[in-house]
Structures are given as C-alpha cells and as structure tokens.
C-alpha cells in the first residue's frame, strides 16, 4: 500500500479523497485506494477509523460519543440553508459543476429569492461579495470545491458534494416519516374519541 500517511493526514481531520479532484496528486490517492480499498480499511481499522467509499469519494467515520454526534447536527443544519442557496442559484449544483464567486453575486442581484436566502448565511456579513467568499470558504474547507483556475476565479464542486446533499436527503426523509407518523397517531386519536362519543348513552 502507498500513501498510507497522506491519506490518513487528509481523512482524519474530515477531509475527502475525490475522484474528479483537480490536483493530481489527490487523484493517485483515489486510485490507490480503490485498487486496494480492502487492505485500507484494515489498516486504518487499526487505529480506530473506518474507511468508506462514496459517490466517487472517500472518508473516513470512526465511533463517536453523544456530545460529537450533537455537535455534528447543529454543523449540519447550517449546511441546510447553504444546500438551500446552492440549489436555488443552480438547480443542478453539485459533483462536477464549475462556478465563480462573480457569476453567484450577479445572481444574487437578480433575484429576490437569492437576495433574501443570502441575507440569511452570515449575518455578520455585510456585502453579497463577503457573503459568496465566505461560503466558498466554508465549501473549500469542508472538502466540497476546489479552485479550479486561479487567473478565471473558478471553482470546481468535487464527488464529495454527494456526501452532504446524501446526509441532508435523509434527514428530509427522517423528517418526513416523523411528520406522517404524527398525522396518523393524530388521526388514530381522533378515530378513538369519535368512537367512545359514540357509545356513550
């Protein structure tokens, strides 16, 4: 096995190993990983971290305590709104899409919509400029972008975007299921209130 320290230095601290990643050097730890993904995830079980294979990407999980778990829900509601704003600009954001800062911020000015959830992300933000930087950072650290050219200003949505559109799919459904397993609980009680009225005398 290569890379073994590499790998471990970028998954361990939450990061993603892409397929459709623009450096190079990323992508020979895709390959490596998924010619031998067995033998990885062995040897990184050793140290108590499990290596799982996404929509074209790589990451680890490992046991966490309840507090971290928490933890992890709160960071994921933030992530919400900005798949929210995402979608709302480029229905079709996501693994591959190549965008710039410049092109989001005209968006922005023509749209109420855009205007409104934008105003929404960092309220300590003042300018839709400061605001679009500040998300690309926060794609770029969680692992979700790349720049693509420095000179045009683009950025590339890597594989790894699944990971947060799948995570915030199932919490939708999670959702959803709880929602409909109140209206029926509801509906059953109502059905058992209608019911004694009337066998009552």
């Given amino acids: 096995m290569n890379y073994t320290e590499e790998i471990f230095n970028i998954l361990s601290r939450g990061g993603f190993i892409s397929n459709n990643s623009v450096q190079a050097r990323i992508k020979r730890y895709y390959d490596a990983i998924e010619d031998h993904q067995a033998e990885y995830d062995e040897y990184y079980q050793g140290i108590g971290f499990h290596l799982e294979a996404g929509d074209g990407y790589f990451f680890f999980t490992r046991k966490e305590t309840k507090v971290d778990l928490l933890r992890k829900l709160e960071a994921v509601s933030k992530w919400i709104d900005y798949l929210t704003f995402l979608k709302t600009y480029n229905s079709a954001f996501g693994a591959g899409l190549v965008f710039s ?57 890597l594989a790894s975007f699944h990971y947060i559109e799948e995570l915030i799919d199932c919490i939708s459904i999670t959702d959803d299921t709880d929602n409909t397993d109140d209206a029926e609980h509801t509906g059953e009680k109502d059905k058992e209130a209608d019911k004694e009225k009337e066998e009552q005398p």
Avoid: H, P
């Avoid at 023509?110 to 959830?117: F, G, I, T, V, W």
């Avoid at 309220?123 to 690309?136: F, T």
């Fill in 101 to 157: 800062a410049a092109d989001i911020v005209v968006r922005i000015n023509c749209d109420m919509e855009l205007k409104e959830l934008a105003g929404k992300l960092f309220s300590e933000k003042k300018s839709y400029d400061e605001i679009v930087e500040k998300l690309i950072s926060e794609l770029e650290r969680m692992g979700f972008v790349e720049q693509q050219d420095e000179v045009e200003k683009t950025w590339k949505v």
